[in-house]
């Protein structure tokens, strides 16, 4: 696609150019070593597995993703940079493919980085490393998950902050959709066939069925399919709000 | 053929028209003068020109190819510094202008070549891996300026090119434009008078959406729709026409 290419590049060199990509890969990582040892008693469970590890890889991502996907497109509004890109003969599907890309491959970056996990792990015991690969996949497609809801997010909107809260509202729901908080606002009135709907929506379910160690296909299609629609409205919100 | 045609250009945004039916042809060799008060729809049409927003009604052409239906042709054509000649702050001149030269295809030597051409013509050689944060505003500016002309474009559409610079700066970007201009079409938005005189062959002068008047050098001075300015006095004839003009809001409640 047109564009795709350039953007990616730009945006992805751009992380690196500035102190965001090293203070989001540190915090990053100083939280899943806090959550993984403190909050998820990693040697006290005693076994050789990545579990403590992954639990609580969604409620990192509720914060630390909206964090990178907040300037995505509030930022090339707020500047007039947008104006400046949208008249370059690049599509508008390409360049929000390319930003898109270009953020899920930094997340791809930091989660690569917490490698000493897995080696920890396998230096203390014998774990399944088919298991381990599996959390890793899933984690990684999760994050793209939030990612595209917080892209669409920062394209309502020139202010990052706003960005942000919405981003992290709009993950929230997502998280936590199959959880009582969500379901039961509907169990009252709705049909059961929506509340199951509204329930299959949520990210923990599929993401703890990905690391469960069995990478079912409808997982993988569920995230695939979540992040091409929110892209989708991505592409919208930046063509209707364009003028203003 | 003209190398940009504007017929019947309408934006309104809700109840405002912020255009309001413009036409005007722009031929290769010419620098056209895009007169207006503050507000008055000048960076709108060049918003629509460039594709950047679509306009209510009308249409625009480059090269014979119309801007809503081929965008990509449209755009690879024109060369747009859009208001405020917006960069990414946080990267170099060098690194912002791969960019650009990567968004339209430029490859290998050419890339390189076109890269040195834009950089040698605004003259930011020297400040190349400085971040674009810590330049002046005139440096800013060039910067801009590079990208709008880095693939040689036959079309050049500037919104305020010389707003905010100091007086030298202003007399080498009205050089650049000179310089470039028998080659290409060139629209240049600005209030500023004297640039018309220094550097267009024509001008049109808008008001509240409207074109109101179009003019050209003549001998010993300008003519403006029905006004004659003589060297440096534009500026009455320019209030004449822009405080008589007809509000389209007034009209349109």
């Not at chain 2, 017929?7 to 031929?27: C, E």
């Not at chain 2, 400040?127 to 810590?134: F, H, K, N, R, Y």
């Not at chain 2, 004839?237 to 007809?246: E, K, L, Q, S």
């Amino acid at each position: 696609m047109q564009g795709t290419g350039a953007v990616f590049k730009r945006e992805f060199q751009g992380y690196f150019a500035t102190p965001v990509a090293y203070v989001f890969i540190c915090i990053f990582l100083f939280c899943t070593g806090i959550f993984t040892f403190y909050v998820g008693n990693f040697f006290a469970r005693g076994q050789a597995d990545l579990k403590a590890f992954f639990t609580f890889h969604p409620w990192l991502y509720l914060f630390l993703i909206p964090a990178i996907s907040m300037r995505l497109w509030a930022e090339e509004r707020k500047s007039g940079t947008i104006e400046l890109l949208m008249s370059l003969p690049v599509s508008l599907a390409g360049v929000v493919l390319g930003k898109f890309l270009a953020a899920w491959l930094f997340t791809g970056v930091a989660l690569v980085l917490t490698f000493p996990m897995w080696i920890t792990v396998a230096y203390l015991g014998d774990p399944d490393h088919g298991v381990i690969l599996a959390g890793y996949i899933g984690s990684f497609f999760m994050a793209g998950g939030y990612l595209a809801i917080g892209a669409c997010m920062s394209a309502l909107t020139r202010n990052q902050v706003i960005a942000f809260v919405l981003s992290v509202v709009v993950c929230f729901l997502f998280t936590v959709s199959g959880a009582p908080i969500v379901l039961d606002f509907f169990a009252g009135w709705a049909p059961q066939i929506l509340v199951e709907a509204i329930a299959s929506f949520s990210f923990l379910r599929h993401f703890n069925a990905i690391t469960e160690g069995v990478i079912d296909l409808r997982d993988v299609v569920f995230f695939v399919s979540l992040i091409a629609l929110w892209l989708f409205a991505n592409a919208i919100a930046v063509e209707m709000r364009k003028a203003g | 053929m003209s190398l940009l045609e504007i017929r019947g250009l309408s934006k309104r945004f809700g109840p405002i028209t912020a255009v309001d039916n413009v036409s005007f042809k722009v031929d290769q060799g010419e620098v056209l003068g895009f007169l207006g008060p503050n507000g008055a729809g000048k960076s709108t049409t060049m918003k629509m020109i460039a594709g950047f927003i679509s306009p209510s009604a009308g249409g625009v052409s480059v090269l014979g190819e119309d801007v809503a239906e081929a965008p990509l042709k449209t755009k690879a054509a024109i060369g747009y510094l859009p208001e405020g000649a917006p960069t990414y702050p946080d990267m170099t001149p060098r690194g912002f202008l791969e960019f650009v030269a990567d968004a339209r295809g430029l490859k290998g030597p050419e890339r390189k070549a076109r890269i040195d051409y834009a950089v040698e013509h605004v003259d930011i050689g020297h400040v190349l891996d400085q971040s674009i944060d810590t330049l002046s505003k005139g440096y800013k500016r060039r910067v801009g300026l590079a990208q709008a002309i880095l693939h040689d474009p036959p079309v050049l559409i500037l919104d305020e090119p010389t707003d905010g610079l100091d007086p030298n700066q202003k007399h080498e970007v009205r050089e650049l434009i000179r310089r470039m201009a028998p080659g290409k079409a060139i629209v240049i938005s600005t209030h500023i008078l004297e640039e018309v005189e220094a550097v267009c062959t024509r001008a049109i002068v808008i008001a509240r959406g409207r074109l109101l008047a179009e003019g050209h050098p003549v001998e010993g001075g300008w003519q403006l729709g029905e006004h004659f300015a003589e060297p440096g006095r534009l500026d009455a004839v320019f209030r004449a026409i822009t405080m008589g003009a007809p509000s389209s809001a007034q009209e349109a409640a």
